[in-house]
């Protein structure tokens, strides 16, 4: 995933839980650095609060929406308006998805995966985002950990990966060439000692 964008001063709880989740989050302090952020960084989400300085998140949304660089980025809009008027507003303005505040973190990242897997953006590691487990063994990839008789263990991107990759075929042999193939994305074809 390239970036995960949170256009508003909002919430560190917020923005750490989507960064514990796997995602990079960058942030803007107002409607015109976000939208510049957004045309530099070309995200594959972006987060919009409505009631944004400088330049209000409806007038932002619409211009990403103009523009041929930004305008299929999925848009989350994250705000405390939650009159009626105000949803369908932010839905003409070309959101994809409207949470208002305050929400649960869990709300908020079901509808990032929402919009990510509905637009084909998911990061590798959020595909697979079945809870394995085996024995005394559980993978919980949502934040790159293994649990370990209760114990929690973080784990590295390739780690977690490679137990991923086991744990899918618990019980049965796996052959170094598939290893390479699912872990490290070799081809059968490679010359690989």
Known sequence: MRETLKREGGSCYS???LEMAGYDVSQAEDGIKGQALALQLQPDLIMLDLMLPRVDGFTVCQRLRRDDRT???PVLMLTALS??????????????????K????EELLARVRALLRRT?????????????????LTLVPERFEA?????T??????EFELLHCLLQ??????????????????????DIE
Request: charged content about 25%; overall charge negative; hydrophobic content about 30%.
């Open 15 to 17: 923005q750490g839980r």
């Open 71 to 73: 305008s299929e980025i």
């Open 83 to 100: 009159q009626t008027q105000d949803k369908v507003e932010g839905f003409n303005a070309g959101a994809d998805d409207y949470l208002t």
């Open 102 to 105: 305050p929400f649960e973190v």
């Open 120 to 136: 084909d953006r998911i990061p590798q590691a959020a595909k697979h985002s079945e809870i394995l487990n085996y024995g005394s």
């Open 147 to 151: 649990i370990w008789f209760n114990e």
């Open 153 to 158: 263990v973080k784990l590295t991107h390739l």
């Open 169 to 190: 075929r618990h019980g049965q042999t796996v052959s170094p060439s598939e290893i390479l193939r699912e872990v490290w994305g070799y081809d059968p074809d490679d």
